[in-house]
């Protein structure tokens, strides 16, 4: 591949964080691990934080999609970590998000509920929407979360999490 001819960590960064999203996205959810894994150490080599934290999201998506709740768990968690810088917002949405995700369907809505919430707070605080390509996975957490909980604790939890200060909902991280 080219990028590894010249040598560009920044562009093999790049490269295989978008093929491992690709294959994340058609459901090649066994093949985008490699991709995805290969993207971490040149993207913290090349200090390119948004690399980062995406290709961890991913990471936790498709664990997550594999049934592996703990791997998807500390993935999520460690992109939670890298995303908290202020610039990387987009990112900590998406990772907040997943990790509801993984929360629902592990069985702790209330906890999945205030996640989803501080989510969506922290998109709101830049003035993004939900990404293209997570509007599915959106759609369907936020119907579970109405399903086990009730509209009404649905929202008081939502709520909650869309108050939190970015500092709680990383205390809420480290906690668990």
Do not use: R, T
């Given at each position: 591949n080219m990028f590894r001819e010249l040598d560009?960590?920044?562009?093999?960064?790049f490269a295989s964080l978008n093929l491992g999203g690709a294959l994340l996205l058609h459901h090649r959810y066994a093949d985008a691990i490699p991709h995805l894994?290969?993207?971490i150490p040149l993207a913290r080599a090349v200090k390119a934080e948004v690399f980062l934290s995406n290709a961890l999201i991913n990471l936790g998506w498709v664990h997550h999609w594999l049934g592996s709740v703990e791997a998807a768990r500390a993935r999520l968690r460690e992109a939670v970590k890298h995303a908290a810088v202020p610039d990387n917002r987009e990112s900590l949405g998406r990772a907040l998000e997943a990790l509801a995700a993984v929360d629902v369907?592990?069985?702790d809505p209330e906890l999945a509920a205030i996640l989803f919430g501080a989510a969506d707070g922290v998109r709101r605080s830049i003035g993004a929407g939900v990404w293209m390509t997570d509007r599915g996975s959106h759609e369907q957490t936020e119907a579970q979360l109405r399903t086990q909980l009730g509209d009404t604790a649905y929202m008081a939890a939502a709520d909650s999490g869309r108050n939190l200060t970015v500092d709680h909902v990383l205390e809420l991280n480290s906690a668990g």
């Open positions: 560009d960590q920044w562009g093999l960064a894994e290969e993207c369907n592990a069985g």
